[in-house]
């Protein structure tokens, strides 16, 4: 079965992913991957690269036409990348057996176009929290049977025995609001630990998160410790795990939860749909509404660590079942094999994202009001369409216009 793969890079979790996956591939699964920008990190590439598949980046439109043709399934990699919208909007792909692999939740801003669920072969989510999106639930039964979930986070294999008794507290994960929650400062403020809770992953100098910790009443009750190159190694000694995130976050698969569970850290999250999908309250972690119950809960975790070893012991347990690269390699071989037996056929990407980079980025953005970002451009950001596309006049009088409304808003 030859499966070309079109994505936009593989950092990541979606690197990390396939990385996984193709060391559980068997010998009738030959990969390959379509790059739409070139890597800046190679590290999943090369386990890719290890296990017999075989990586490019993505030259021109011909590129891309010449291995879709060749494909018995064509996998799209789906989130809101502009470059992923540019390749199936003008590079006028051939017919293909294809599935679309989301990797954003689509219950939040960036959505996923409504046509995209119905008109590859078909579609996947990476967490069933998707199955209770808006757009999913208006779908007939019978189109929402063409839907399937296949997840994406998978624990460490090796996982070390649970340290039952730790009681340090750390996060690990993107260090910035569009992910995190802007309540984990007050949560730790108001738990008033006896030790600092450890913050791993890169932060920008000028990020609102380092001022936000400043301004905390015991700005030494965080410790922001930077990138992790180890994340095992990082929560090594870890008995916490402190994963507030914001309320309307894209994630699904969550590596950053499911790998501390896998080694034993019991989890405190906010009642997020990712998240809730995750952890089982009071069997596998913790999960609260509020700050003043989140805050109570961290105290409580922090006091009795007697009562989180069983705790620790079902995470790792339930991980290592439900969130397993061997299980999802395999239903993904199933789904092949499947498909195999329908017909290629073209879809019109034009009539269901539009056709120009503006269309592209209000096709992710619902009802919403999307505001232009000042700073780095953030993943599928109106900054990021604009880089990609900086002399497009559509997206740049968006931009005005979104700054505008902002400044006087």
Known sequence: MRIVH???????????????????DGPDVERHYLLLEPPRDTRYVDAIRAAGATVDVVQDAAHVQRRVAGADIV???????PRLYECLSRF???????????????????FIPAGLLTA???????????????????????????LGVINSGFGFEAARAPDTGARDVAYLGTVDFSKLSPDFFAVVDRAGLDRPV?????VDADSEVLARAAAMERPDAVRFRGHADDPQAALRGVGLFLYLLQPHHFGTAENALIEAMSLGCVPLVFAN???CAIVDHGRTGFIESSVDAAAERLRWMVEHPAELRAIARNAVEAVSVTHSARQSADDFAAL????????????????LLGTTP????????????????????????????????????????????????????
């Open 6 to 24: 079109i994505t936009a890079h593989l950092g990541g979790g979606v690197g990390k992913a396939h990385g996984a996956l193709c060391a559980q």
């Open 75 to 81: 996998q799209i990699e789906w989130w809101n990348h």
């Open 92 to 110: 006028d792909l051939p017919a293909s057996r294809t599935i679309l692999w989301s990797h954003i939740s689509g219950l939040f801003a960036p």
């Open 120 to 146: 590859p072969h078909r579609f996947l989510f990476t967490s069933p929290c998707s199955l209770d999106a808006p757009s999913v639930q208006a779908l007939t039964p019978q189109d929402r049977a063409r």
């Open 198 to 202: 450890s913050i791993w992953g890169a």
């Open 273 to 275: 749909p990712a998240e």
């Open 336 to 351: 092949y094999r499947s498909l195999l037996r329908t017909e290629k056929r073209t879809l019109d990407y034009p009539a």
């Open 358 to 409: 503006a269309d592209w980025f209000l096709s992710t953005q619902g009802e919403t009001v999307a505001t232009a970002q000042p700073g780095a451009a953030r993943k599928g950001s109106l900054a990021h369409f604009l880089q990609c596309f900086p002399d497009d006049n559509a997206l740049r009088d968006l931009a005005g216009e979104r700054l505008s409304s902002a400044r006087t808003g």
